[in-house]
């Protein structure tokens, strides 16, 4: 087995021939099959038996070649000379050199303001090419309030209370996702508060006069009326009105005031 980090010229050796003649009837060379990522050295003991070393050549992926197999010939020096053959198979093991991916890098929502809570709002979602341990994405939210729930395992958002459009319009949030092996991956989370008409109107009022002549001509201003609605868009225009029958009118003016 050989880790994903291992460093290019990096060796590995050990006896894996024997022959039982002697002189040069006896292992003399060892040869591996052509391959882009490994090479062989021949080296010799102090007694002289010969034993190969492998070397590494180059940075090994596991994520794009996991096994590597490569043939190992043993010859000896006779005439003719007899060889044997030996398949390696080299395991290229996991480092944890790659960090987490989420599949946007920023989510957006709309949501109403006033969903229960415990409502879904979205999942946010990260891969790892690693394997193992180091492919286990673990989410937390970085920096926010406690409004929303966010499930370290699943990436699921949820709301831990009742929104108000007319407090918090909009949210931002960031996501952190990170491996086993300690790589953190980072997204953006917006979430838009929806209005809904949940507010009344608010009417103030305030008199000119205290009391009304009998002959009083018309168009006569007799008080001022302040409208005001929480809510946005339609939901915050109003209209106003007298229910029955009676000698006056109301006149709108801007800015959601009227005239009596």
Known sequence: ???????????????????????????????????PSFSLVNKEKQDGSKYPELVLEQPLDREKQSYHRLVLTASDGGDPPLSGTTELRIQVTDANDNPPVFSQDVYRVSLGENVPPGTTVLQVSATDQDEGANSEITYSFYRTGQVFSLNSKSGEITTLNTLDFEAVKEYSMVVEGRDGGGLVAQCTVEISVQDEND???????????????????????????????????ENGEVNCRLEGEVPFQIISSPLSKARL
């Open 199 to 233: 507010n009344r109107p608010d009417i103030t009022f305030h008199s000119l006069v205290k009391m009304i002549l009998e002959n009083a001509e018309p168009g006569m201003l007799i008080a001022l009326i302040k409208i005001h609605d929480r809510d946005s868009g």
């Open 1 to 35: 087995k050989v880790e994903s980090e291992a460093l290019a010229t990096s060796s590995r050796s050990r006896k894996v021939a024997e022959d039982a003649d002697i002189g040069l009837n006896s292992l003399q060379a060892y040869q591996l099959s052509l391959s």
